[in-house]
């Protein structure tokens, strides 16, 4: 056996017996079996419909409901669990399977949260008992899921998670982290744990500023990160023409449905499909106009006084005449057909002449009148 070198600090420490397999190099640890399956096997698998907890809106799996502040996110979400924990209606109209639920409201305080209560409730005896809250909740990496799941596998039926607002219970960022990472990070283990039990989990959010012509979904605060995580994302935006909620997921039907609230009960009402009652909309503010109007008005006095899109004016004064909704004064100028003492000269059919309408994808599609 070798002497120990001179000065060596440990030459007197006695290490024992050393046994070879403490040396031998550490293996690499085997990396996670991946499995494998054919398209043969997955035509033979059947699964589960997907199941609605509001049907046509939140479906089983984490939701994303992001919308200005103070435009009225709380109110919808706390209705649809009302709704859900009591098995009724909401949206002024849309039916809810009964289940259990849980609402997360990390903005408010149980004085507020029971003066909400009230004013969507009204003169209700007894408040749903399968209806839980809780008004504090550790972040998602410390505690936050696990509360959650320990929660689903207390109740009888759970169908809906709340999580009122994301900023509250998203984990921190860590340091070496990017944006978008650390927002895929936030919405992904709700998205597992709601795949996991089959429910329905809806993440409140904020939107930011953007212009009317901005894509609604692209409103949502932060990066693609959070839309990317969770399975559907839904948006209430509000401009001139009124409140809409969009919606586009991965196993729901595209949403875009025009709603209202109503402030008495702090509701919110579907009011149909957001293009047929804008176009509706449209066309009573075409006839108000006209109504209102001291002489014939052509389609860009129209669109002005409406605020409405030019094309959009083209395309309805064209139908309305042929329905004989508004009548033609002279070339280029229309009345109500209520206000004939405007005509000065005699009222004329639509002319073959007149201009084009280009729709962007379709070409001409009727004919365009001239201003």
């Not at 399956?37 to 059947?46: G, P």
């Not at 004329?348 to 962007?360: A, E, H, L, T, V």
């Amino acid at each position: 056996m070798n002497a120990p070198l001179k000065d060596d600090p440990f030459a007197d420490i006695d290490l024992g017996p050393v046994e070879v397999d403490d040396w031998a190099p550490r293996q690499a640890e085997k990396p996670a079996r991946v499995r494998f399956s054919s398209a043969y096997r997955l035509r033979q698998k059947e699964f589960e419909p997907i199941k609605y907890v509001v049907p046509g809106y939140i479906a089983e799996g984490c939701t994303l409901l992001a919308g200005r502040p103070k435009l009225g996110k709380s109110w919808l979400v706390l209705e649809m669990g009302l709704a859900v924990a009591m098995g009724e209606s909401c949206l002024g109209g849309v039916l809810c399977e009964q289940g259990d639920v849980l609402y997360l409201a990390l903005e408010d305080n149980e004085r507020r949260l029971q003066k909400r209560m009230d004013k969507v409730l009204g003169p209700l005896a007894d408040w749903p008992e399968n209806f839980h809250y809780a008004t504090e909740c550790p972040r998602a990496n410390e505690g936050g899921i696990d509360a959650i799941r320990d929660w689903i596998r207390s109740v009888r039926y759970p169908r809906l998670i709340i999580v009122d607002v994301l900023a509250m219970f998203k984990p921190a960022r860590g340091d070496k982290e990017n944006l978008y990472e650390a927002d895929y990070h936030a919405i992904k283990g709700l998205q597992a744990l709601a795949s996991e039990y089959r429910v329905a989990i809806v993440v409140v959010h904020h939107t930011r500023k953007g212009g009317s012509d901005v894509d609604p979904f692209e409103k949502v605060s932060g990066t693609l990160g959070l839309s990317g995580a969770a399975d559907t994302t839904i948006v209430l935006d509000r401009d001139s023409n009124g409140a809409t909620i969009y919606g586009r997921g991965r196993d729901i039907e595209e949403i875009e449905s025009a709603v209202e609230f109503n402030k008495g009960d702090c509701r919110w009402f579907v009011l149909g499909q957001a293009s047929e009652v804008r176009r509706t909309d449209e066309r009573s503010a075409i006839l108000a106009t006209l109504h209102d109007a001291d002489e014939p008005m052509g389609p860009r006095e129209i669109s002005i006084a409406t605020s409405a899109d030019r094309n959009n004016i083209d395309q309805l004064l064209y139908k309305m005449m042929k329905a004989g909704e508004v009548l033609k004064a002279k070339r280029g100028r229309y009345i109500h057909p209520d206000r004939a003492d405007l005509i000065e000269t005699q009222t004329s059919p639509p002319n073959k002449n007149d201009k084009k309408i280009r729709n962007g994808e379709d070409g001409a599609v009727e004919g365009r009148v001239d201003d």
